[in-house]
């Protein structure tokens, strides 16, 4: 079965600075998508940038881009440029062939002004 | 506007008793999907359905009932063998892996 793991319960980053968010997933397929999506106190689900698994170049979203590492099973989100408004739960998730959505546990952001 | 439209948005349960908590989406989806999320947790996969009529179990299935008769709807029942009900749920709705589209979600309590 696949699964989904983000290490990082809680993060915190500066306004302006840089941080990234860490997520593992494993599986066996080879085709697959992972995304990363962004909650915050409403708790409406945003989705914040998309990897399909064959494409080798990392996927990029303004402010947002990804590291994907496949062999490595490895999805980090970089965020550049910290806003107050980028505070939420983030959670990254993986959709396989067999159609489940799976998702991390979460990373919840702060940011410091 | 299209989308998906959860309700209600705040339910509260006796205990024993069977709730149903609603789901239906105009975006023509063939894929439903059930969630559960509890206080600073990941969201927990129910149950889903990739097309009418079928649906499928998914890691915390146990004590809930769905069904899928209409394409646009895709109801979850939280029965009385569900022990902790308590919690946030949300639906989604997909077509292919493109991208799937979340309701605002309901909040389920226990009195």
């Known amino acids: 079965a696949q699964t989904v793991t983000q290490s990082q319960p809680e993060m915190s980053v500066q306004e302006a600075e840089t941080v990234t968010l860490s997520c593992t997933y494993d599986t066996s397929e080879s085709d697959y998508y992972l995304f990363w999506y962004k909650q915050p106190p409403s708790r409406q689900m945003i989705l914040v940038i998309r990897q399909e698994a064959y494409k080798q170049q990392n996927a990029t979203e303004n402010r947002f881009s990804v590291n994907f590492q496949k062999a490595a099973k490895s999805f980090s989100l970089k965020i550049s440029d910290s806003q107050l408004g980028d505070a939420a739960m983030y959670f990254c998730?993986?959709?396989?062939?067999?159609?489940?959505?799976?998702f991390g546990q979460g990373t919840e952001l702060s940011v410091k002004p | 506007d299209g989308g998906i439209t959860q309700s209600p948005k705040y339910l509260f349960r006796k205990e024993g008793q069977n709730v149903t908590l609603s789901c239906e989406q105009n975006l023509n989806h063939d894929a439903m999907y059930w969630y559960r999320q509890d206080p600073g947790q990941g969201l927990r996969l129910i149950y889903y359905s990739q097309i009418v009529n079928d649906f499928q179990k998914g890691d915390i299935a146990e004590g809930y009932s769905v069904s899928r008769e209409k394409k646009e709807s895709f109801p979850l029942t939280v029965t009385s063998a569900q022990k902790n009900p308590t919690a946030f749920y949300l639906c989604?709705?997909?077509?292919?892996?493109?991208?799937?589209?979340f309701g605002e979600g309901s909040w389920l309590t226990v009195v």
């Open positions: 989604a709705s997909s077509w292919g892996r493109n991208t799937i589209y």
């Open positions: 998730a993986y959709w396989g062939q067999g159609g489940k959505l799976i």
